[in-house]
C-alpha cells in the first residue's frame, strides 16, 4: 500500500529540506536514507565513498531503501542515485507516492557549487558532470514518480511542500 511519501531527485534538489517540512505538514515521521547510511557505518558518506566505494555504499543504500519501505506514514528523502537501481524503484513504487523534485541544472549548480559532501561531485569541471549525470538519471527520474513537481531558484521550499501536501 503507497502509505509513505519519497521524494526523489538530483542531489541539491531540495528532498532533505522539503521532506522536513512536508513531514511536519503532514504529521508524519521524516526520514533521510544518506543520513541512516551514514549512521549505520559511523561514517560520513565521503569517507564510505573514499574507503570503501560506491558499490559499497550503494548495497547500503539498497538494503536501507527496502527495510524503511516497509514502514508507514513516512516521508522518505532518498540520495540523488537511488532511481539507478531497479529493485530501490520497484521497493519505493509499491509502498510510497514518489515524487520527483525536477530541479533545474542552473539551480542545482548553485545549491552544490560549494558543498564538499557530495562525492561523486568532486570534480574538477562539475557543471557538465552535473549536466552529465542529469542527463544520464532524467528519465529514471521520470518514470519512477508518481507526481512531478519543477524547481528553480524562485522556488519557495514551503510552498513546493504545500504542493505536494495538495497533491
Ligand atoms: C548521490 C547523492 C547523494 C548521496 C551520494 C550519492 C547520487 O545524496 O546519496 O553522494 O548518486 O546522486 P543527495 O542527493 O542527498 O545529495
Known amino acids: 500500500m503507497k502509505d509513505n511519501i519519497a521524494l526523489i531527485g538530483f542531489m541539491g534538489s531540495g528532498k532533505s529540506t522539503i521532506g522536513r517540512i512536508l513531514a511536519k505538514y503532514m504529521d508524519m515521521k521524516f526520514i533521510d536514507i544518506d543520513k541512516m547510511i551514514a549512521a549505520r557505518e559511523k561514517k560520513s558518506i565521503p569517507e564510505i565513498f573514499s574507503e570503501k566505494g ?64 557530495r562525492p561523486l561531485l568532486n570534480v574538477e569541471n562539475m557543471f557538465e558532470k552535473i549536466q552529465e549525470l542529469h542527463q544520464k538519471r532524467e528519465l529514471l527520474y521520470k518514470i519512477s514518480s508518481d507526481f512531478i513537481i519543477k524547481i528553480d531558484s524562485n522556488s519557495n521550499m514551503y510552498d513546493t511542500a504545500e504542493k505536494i501536501k495538495k497533491a
Do not use: P, W
Open 54 to 117: 560506491e558499490q559499497y555504499f550503494r548495497k547500503l543504500e539498497r538494503d536501507i531503501v527496502k527495510e524503511e519501505s516497509l514502514n508507514n506514514n513516512i516521508v522518505i528523502a532518498t540520495g540523488g542515485g537511488v532511481i539507478i537501481d531497479n529493485e530501490n524503484i520497484k521497493n519505493l513504487k509499491e509502498t510510497s507516492f514518489v515524487v520527483y523534485l525536477d530541479c533545474t541544472i542552473e539551480c542545482i549548480y548553485e545549491r552544490v557549487k560549494n558543498s564538499k559532501t
